[in-house]
């Protein structure tokens, strides 16, 4: 009786995975490389990754995330620095463990494309509990309602930015490891800081959840509903707010009669510091620089993702297996950065492979 109903239990199992997508994640790594050893000894990586079952629809999954889950975490944040830049603009850092111990490592998060301490909070929360560490959420310009002094915002962050933040945090906390992780838009920043720094670069290990790759490309196979929401938040975070800061920009009647991540991310050069897209280009996009990174870098992407879509890792699939420091996970399922697991209680099974990978390079 015991055999057929293990028989019973793997055949329901497998008709199961089946119907919801659920299969063994992909790598795209150098396999005779240090990196590829160590993900080899995650066991997410050795296993199936089954999506929480009623969220097996890409869309369904995307809109649990955005609408529904992220707003029921009630983490709190322990302080939020805002931070003057050398230009006077400003951005800040929200902070989770500042209690622990100074050698305990920091993880430097960087966020989504409208993000704020409130939308990140299920990530933050997640991280801090599955490793015991500190969180440094980066805020870039004009994000959580930031004043802004200087007329300047970028979809992808600050690298100078970005380095101002991290000698922050350095001076703050001399004796912690720095690891980092970047979250959708926030792996475009994550990368080309990586691909400047080269071996110059405080982090230990980074991880890129969802990223667009090419940014000059990306915005291209955005699904058509998902862009055209995103851009409308893009108005109502970082144009509406601040319009008497942009009225002497040349290029706002432009960028007011856009209706696409694409055209958007094409004509806003000029709010970003920019005098034209081919210099801003050039200045931001993470594709230029990827090849130089000299940490780890374990980058996530599920094929159903309809934002950063799976088309964009295509180009770059040869050469990433040929580089020793950076792989490439794919699941069939998990959507934009939400990667669901469990039946009644919903966890990211996203957040657990973070933190399991960053702690492999713990000293």
Not at 213 to 230: L, R, W
Not at 236 to 243: H, S
Request: proline share 6%.
């Amino acid at each position: 009786m015991s055999v057929f109903a293990d028989k019973l239990t793997l055949i329901s199992q497998q008709l199961l995975d089946k119907a919801t997508g659920a299969e063994q994640p992909v790598i795209y790594a150098q396999p005779q490389g240090a990196l590829y050893n160590i993900l080899m000894q995650l066991p997410q990586l050795n296993q199936k990754y089954r999506p929480t079952p009623w969220l097996s629809s890409t869309h369904l999954h995307l809109l649990y995330f955005d609408l529904i889950k992220k707003r029921r975490i009630r983490q709190q944040y322990e302080r939020i620095d805002q931070l003057p830049m050398q230009d006077g603009g400003v951005t800040a850092i929200a902070w989770l463990g500042l209690d622990l111990p100074e050698d305990t490592p920091t993880i430097v998060m960087l966020h989504t494309i409208t993000g704020t301490p409130e939308s990140m909070r299920e990530l933050v929360r997640d991280l801090h509990q599955y490793t015991g560490w500190r969180i440094a959420l980066c805020l870039r310009r004009g994000h959580a309602k930031l004043p802004m002094p200087v007329a300047q915002m970028n979809l992808f962050g600050s690298v100078a930015d970005l380095r101002e933040q991290l000698a922050y945090v350095q001076e703050k906390l001399p004796q912690s490891e720095l690891y980092a992780v970047g979250s959708s838009a926030g792996t475009g920043l994550l990368v080309r800081y990586l691909g400047e720094a080269g071996s110059d670069t405080p982090f230990k290990a980074a991880f890129a959840l969802c990223p667009g790759y090419d940014t000059a490309a990306g915005f291209q196979n955005v699904h058509p509903f998902y862009s055209k929401m995103m851009t409308q938040k893009l108005f109502q975070n970082f144009i509406e707010p601040y319009r008497q800061m942009w009225e002497s920009t040349v290029s706002l009647e432009k960028v007011m009669k856009v209706k696409t991540l694409q055209q958007f991310e094409k004509v806003y050069f000029e709010m970003a510091g920019y005098s034209s897209y081919e210099e801003y280009d050039q200045a931001t996009n993470p594709i230029y620089v990827f090849d130089n990174i000299k940490i780890p870098l374990l980058i996530l992407n599920a094929e159903d993702d309809p934002v950063c879509h799976i088309k964009n890792l295509e180009p770059y699939k040869a050469t990433i297996q040929n580089m020793p420091n950076i792989a490439v996970v794919t699941t069939k399922k998990g959507s934009h950065c939400g990667f669901y697991e469990g039946v009644w209680e919903t966890h990211s099974w996203a957040a657990k492979l973070m933190a399991d990978f960053l702690k492999q390079y713990t000293a």
